[in-house]
């Protein structure tokens, strides 16, 4: 009778937690579009031109917001730990930067804003309604359901969304090769005059190399519609063309991988 009893109450517990948690998948998006809106609207920058703690009063005139819908964005990033909350010289709350809200500083050197503005775009999370084609025998890739093509034919066709890849692949390009840098440096000391860089992007990766490696030559080898916009770097060339046809002759290969959701 009391195994019974134990029994019954762990099932009611196990209920009333089940229904606490289905609100996480319930409105699952939600952070990903708070962290969207924090970058679309600026407040790391604010908050990072701003002389101490600043307060909402301040933040929201700053930015040209609504106080109380502002509250509420900021009570959501401070609870995720994007911002902190310290006194002002008033005695009031202001906010002040986290480690991790440096990440959504569009500028800052760890900055991964591009990237998340990628995967939140419109464009990206279309194929995530196409998943269970995915998931099923003969089923096709949830971009291509979505789109009728994969990623990078829609990016060709596509400057804007084009231009997101490519920022979001500069991100990743700062962080990997800043490490790659700071880790191996000697690799760059053995002979290494070229260097091509195949799914380069906009460059960014070579332009890091090139900078703490000014003896090499760098080649920056991406789709046509890609190179044809990519800014200017001394001691980078841009070459356009399909890696799957020829690659650019170098001393050496630089390839990063970069994570796409569901292309």
Known sequence: ????????????????QAGVDIWKYVLGFAGIAVVKCAIELGIAEAIEN????????ELSSTLGCVPFSLDRIMRFL??????????????TAGYVHTPLSRRLLRQGEDSMADYILLESSPVMLAPWHHL??????NGTAAFEAAYGGDIWKYAAANPAFSRLINDAMAC????AVSAIIESCPKLFDTGIKT?????????????K???????????????????SVAAKCEGVKQVGGDMFDSVPKADAVFIMVSVFSLN
């Open 1 to 16: 009778m009391e195994r019974t009893s134990r029994d019954s109450e762990m099932k009611e517990e196990e209920d009333v």
């Open 50 to 57: 701003h002389e101490g703690p600043m307060a909402l009063s």
């Open 78 to 91: 401070v609870h995720h730990h994007f911002f902190k909350e310290e006194p002002t010289i008033q005695g």
């Open 132 to 137: 269970s084609s995915r998931v099923r025998v």
């Open 172 to 175: 990743d390009a700062r962080l």
């Open 195 to 207: 260097l091509v860089d195949v799914g380069g992007g906009n460059g960014t990766a070579l332009g």
């Open 209 to 227: 190399f090139v900078k703490a490696f000014p003896w090499i030559e760098g080649i920056n080898f991406d789709l046509p519609h890609v190179v």
